[in-house]
């Protein structure tokens, strides 16, 4: 036994080692230009001739060790208001763009590209990244540590300049970016940083530091070092003023007391203050957010309510100080649920947010929102408040308290409340990660039963991946503000909805094999595991066992077929095809289904993706097909088109059913700046046609004009439900 636990430690000392080795190893001395640097993409400018450079980087994806094969040379600069990088990216001039949009995730990782990752505290635990494709199309983001993996949230905008140039045999990307956009102190001489190049004719990734593939590129843990010739002087300009003008007319067609549009007319203001250089305090006053994207549409024949992801701007910087609680489908905090109730928009007052570093090592964030009384709703004040602090070098000890606090006549429930503790462990190589964690609600009801508790973690090797998760939740576990569907139980025959508390444990298992020949870049299986326990009386309520082989072909097509094993205890009357049919009973049900899942070659001009599913289904059958094609005019315009299609045959009074789910997108770039993006959905499931068009002008950098035009359509001789239309045009003000 003294033998294995010298081995482990061994083990793992050594990955902390090489962890620790890409700071020290990797090593930029960066120095300050006193010439004015003009964001051209020329890379003949005599400014750049005495800087230091990097001359090339090494592969990451699909291997991780040598020199690249495409070239990449990167210099870095820095005055008193920006950082400022150049890069040279060597190739033979077959580029692809999949798109000129801003804040585009797929259109910047399927397409040639470059990206800056930054982390200013050199904690490890959060940063900012920057990047652009061949066409100059920017994304910014945030970067946190979630889990044993770092995550990016590239929701969050803020202002940097860019400018790309092409050549026959390379491409040049010229970066600006001001201090004043990052959380930063002045006292730290060395910060984390590293670079990434997408090179897609060989569909391959390289980094300036070296570390295992099993990480992503912007991985924190596996930087190099940006080496300060004198520590950063704190940015100017504190405070930014963000006012908006927006108008529109709106009509409810299904209202017979409406017979005319209403038209409205509004204006608000947001407001960022730099409280220090790693202390932000964001402000609003009467928001909008009537620009923002249209939810996709979605099949659902689960019992359970579909997450959408938070979409509004407000809410999303340092968002991931509130929002990483809780494990898959159990959230203590849901931004969403703010301002928010059933896709209806509810009018917010004001909010207040103060976000960042309080020091290096402690990160906090405090919220306040309050909405207005709105119809039959009333008027609530939102408070949260949330400690992430830095122990054993990279894990976290993670605290958060929600309250809702209702007022006015209207107030039914007076308030509700959440608050946890959470000890996320992470491997300084971070290779391993589990997360305990202990939650609890208080409603006026004063319920008893009223805790989530447990614990997930992961294991993320080369070659082998795995996870484990138990969650413990009470049936008084009650959270507002947050995400948990499967504690709330629907009976159709008495359209009542009851509480049941449920244990839950997972596993699932990955292993991957890298071919060094042939034409995969890895292939394996994956395994999954889910079963939930009944707290009234401890029988199973459901069981999941799945079984797939995942094959990734160096042509950037996958491949995956899959069989799912499922055994429900129907706990109340569940009707899953609607209330045109008779519902299923209360029952034991075991059924098998599989399903292929294949993606083309990304890079092409015209591209599909297919899913073909069937098995049984409850005590029926169920068909499913997906289909999905993409066209892009390179680099203008992406046009798509796809089908999901759902056949459901239950026995006798339970009803057979078709669904169809119809979607057409277009998006249009006529510029860097300016943007069209238009969607027809089709949902049989929900009887609507919706179709969604939106005209963005980024007319100068952070300042924007949004044209949103909406149609709402029966399924029945298409009568007009509602028809929206809304300006906006807003403007960033430096003081």
Not at 604 to 623: D, E, P, Y
Request: proline share 3%; charged share 20%.
């Amino acid at each position: 036994m003294s033998k294995i636990k010298c081995f482990i430690l061994i083990f793992f000392s050594l990955y902390q080692v090489y962890a620790q080795e890409t700071r020290d190893n990797f090593r930029y001395a960066i120095r300050k230009t006193a010439e004015p640097i003009a964001i051209d993409g020329n890379e003949d400018d005599t400014v750049w001739e005495s800087i230091n450079e990097i001359p090339n980087f090494i592969n990451h994806w699909p291997i991780d060790s040598g020199a690249a094969n495409a070239l990449t040379k990167v210099k870095v600069t820095y005055d008193e208001d920006f950082i400022y990088v150049l890069a040279l990216c060597y190739d033979n001039g077959n580029r692809v763009v999949q798109s000129l949009r801003r804040d585009d995730d797929e259109g910047h990782w399927n397409s040639d590209n470059f990206t800056v990752v930054i982390d200013p505290m050199n904690s490890r635990q959060n940063g900012f990244m920057f990047g652009v494709n061949a066409g100059g199309s920017q994304i910014e983001a945030q970067l946190n540590i979630n889990r044993v993996r770092t995550d990016y949230d590239q929701n969050w905008d803020n202002k940097w300049y860019s400018t790309v140039r092409s050549y026959n045999d390379h491409w040049t990307v010229e970066m600006a970016i001001p201090f004043k956009t990052l959380r930063y102190t002045t006292n730290q001489s060395e910060w984390g940083i590293n670079f990434i190049r997408g090179d897609m004719e060989r569909n391959e990734y390289s980094t300036w530091t070296q570390f295992p593939l099993n990480y992503g590129g912007v991985d924190l843990n596996f930087m190099g070092t940006l080496d300060w010739d004198q520590n950063p002087k704190k940015a100017k300009g504190k405070v930014v003023l963000i006012p908006y003008l927006s108008g529109g007319t709106q009509r409810d067609f299904q209202n017979d007391e409406q017979r005319s549009y209403d038209k409205t007319s509004d204006t608000g203001l947001d407001a960022k203050v730099a409280i220090n250089g790693s202390l932000n305090l964001d402000l609003t006053v009467n928001p909008d957010f009537s620009n923002v994207d249209v939810d996709q549409q979605v099949t659902n024949l689960s019992r359970f309510s579909i997450f959408f992801p938070e979409r509004r701007n407000f809410f999303l910087e340092n968002g991931d100080i509130f929002s990483n609680f809780g494990t898959w489908q159990i959230s203590p905090f849901f931004s969403r649920r703010i301002g928010l109730i059933d896709g209806e928009q509810i009018p917010i007052l004001y909010g207040a947010r103060l976000t960042g570093n309080a020091t290096k090592k402690t990160r906090i964030g405090v919220m306040n929102v309050q909405t207005r009384e709105y119809d039959s709703i009333a008027a609530q004040n939102y408070s949260v408040a949330a400690v992430h602090q830095q122990v054993l070098d990279r894990s976290i000890i993670k605290a958060i308290f929600i309250n809702r606090e209702a007022s006015g006549p209207l107030a039914e429930s007076a308030y509700a409340r959440n608050g946890g503790i959470e000890f996320a462990y992470l491997s300084n190589n971070g290779k391993i990660g589990n997360t305990a964690r202990f939650h609890t609600s208080n409603t006026p009801e004063n319920y008893s039963d009223n805790h989530y508790y447990g614990f997930n973690g992961n294991y993320n090797g080369k070659n082998l991946r795995m996870g484990w998760t138990l969650d413990v939740v009470g049936e008084n576990y009650i959270t507002e503000l947050g995400f948990n569907p499967r504690l709330e139980n629907y009976n159709a025959e008495t359209e009542e909805t009851t509480r049941k508390g449920f244990t839950r444990i997972n596993q699932w298992v990955n292993y991957r094999t890298f071919p060094t020949k042939g034409k995969l870049n890895s292939h394996g299986p994956v395994s999954w595991y889910n079963i939930w326990f009944n707290h009234d009386g401890g029988g199973i309520n459901e069981r999941i066992h799945g079984l797939g082989y995942n094959l990734n072909f160096k042509n950037t097509s996958w491949l995956r077929p899959n069989i799912v094993y499922r055994e429900v205890n129907l706990p109340v009357p569940t009707s899953l095809l609607g209330s045109d049919f008779e519902p299923l009973p209360v029952a034991h049900y075991q059924f098998t289904s599989a399903d292929i899942r294949y993606n083309s070659d990304r890079r092409k001009i015209v591209s599909a993706n297919l899913v073909f599913g069937f098995g049984n289904f409850f005590n029926g059958t169920r068909m499913n097909t997906s289909t999905g094609l993409n066209f892009r005019a390179q680099p203008w315009g992406n046009f798509g088109i796809s089908y999901d299609y759902n056949q459901v045959k239950l026995p006798g009074a339970f009803g057979q059913s078709d669904f169809h789910l119809l979607r057409t997108n277009a998006q249009i770039s006529f510029s860097n700046r300016m943007f069209l993006t238009s969607a027809v959905q089709f949902n049989s499931q929900s009887e609507n046609y919706n179709f969604f068009t939106r005209f963005q002008w980024r007319y100068r950098p952070m300042s924007d004009l949004f044209v949103v035009y909406t149609d709402n359509y029966e399924m029945d001789g298409l009568g007009l439900k509602n028809r929206q239309i809304v300006f906006k045009a807003t403007y960033w003000l430096n003081l």
